[in-house]
């Protein structure tokens, strides 16, 4: 019987093992990074680095969480097509919205882990954002649970190592997306919840009414603060450390920005009352 072929966003590579017995072939699995290029209505606008699964949901969410588009509707992927190169996904939006993105002048050639590579200007990079108002009350546990439950979802992750997980928590349940990039994970989970919207998914009604937060397997940077801010998310736990500036946006957009939430402790640096 033939090897089983790795899942979708998964690579079987040769590797030498050396430890203290020795050393030896093995057959590794490794997360697969590609380009992968944006396009609105014909014109390239990102080339990012990310993991080739999940792409519908990663289309919708970028265009979201950068406010290309405001809602679902205003956005129709139209064509994925994939080369030796990478992989081009063409999407369709209303006139206005070209226009404004034309107007930004913003074209965007992202590394895996930077979300900001590209950007023309300082006033680019620090984009304002509308704040965030929920009056939303998390116990301090369902965070640490949360994560623990994400840590369960992270397929990809479990068989190569070195993939991050963004997930949405609501009612003790949670929804999640991977991705060798930690920007991409949390695209690709908006257009998750935005495609269940557009199907009446109560999840997704959950984070329209902001009843739901976040948690990120890595540290809080600022893009990671304005993607979720972009689109209602209140609270935003993450494993590891915040920057300076996500907590200054954080605070700025009425965000909860909470670090280093592993085992039974965090620290809460914005908007401590929403935590119980």
Not at 161 to 190: C, F, P, T
């Amino acid at each position: 019987m033939p090897p089983a072929q790795p899942p979708a966003g998964l690579h079987e590579a040769r590797a030498l093992h050396i430890d203290g017995a020795g050393r030896h072939a093995i057959a590794d699995r490794v997360v697969e990074e590609t380009p992968v290029a944006l396009l609105y209505n014909g014109h390239p606008f990102a080339v990012m680095m990310a993991t080739p699964c999940d792409l519908e949901d990663f289309a919708l969410g970028f265009a979201l969480s950068e406010g290309i588009v405001e809602q679902p509707r205003e956005f129709q992927l139209v064509d994925c097509t994939r080369t030796g190169h990478g992989i081009s996904l063409q999407a369709l939006i209303p006139h206005a919205r070209f226009e404004a993105l034309e107007a930004r002048k913003r074209n965007l050639a992202g590394r895996s882990g930077c979300g900001l590579c590209g950007t023309e200007s300082l006033q680019d990079a620090v984009r304002p954002l509308s704040r965030v108002d929920s009056r939303m009350q998390l116990e301090a546990q369902a965070v640490i649970d949360a994560l623990h439950a994400l840590a369960q979802r992270q397929p990809l992750n479990a068989q190569s190592g070195g993939v991050h997980a963004a997930g949405y928590a609501w009612n003790g349940d949670i929804l999640a997306r991977e991705d060798v990039g930690r920007h991409n994970a949390l695209d690709k989970l908006v257009g998750a919840l935005a495609g269940n919207a557009a199907n009446g998914s109560g999840a997704t009604d959950a984070w329209r009414e902001r009843r739901g937060f976040l948690v990120i397997t890595s540290r809080a940077s600022y893009e990671i603060v304005h993607k979720a801010a972009s689109v209602g998310i209140a609270v935003v736990a993450a494993i590891s450390a915040p920057t300076s500036l996500a907590i200054r946006l954080a605070d700025d957009a009425g965000v909860t920005l909470i670090g280093f939430a592993r085992d039974a402790g965090m620290n809460v640096y914005t908007h401590a009352q929403r935590l119980r």
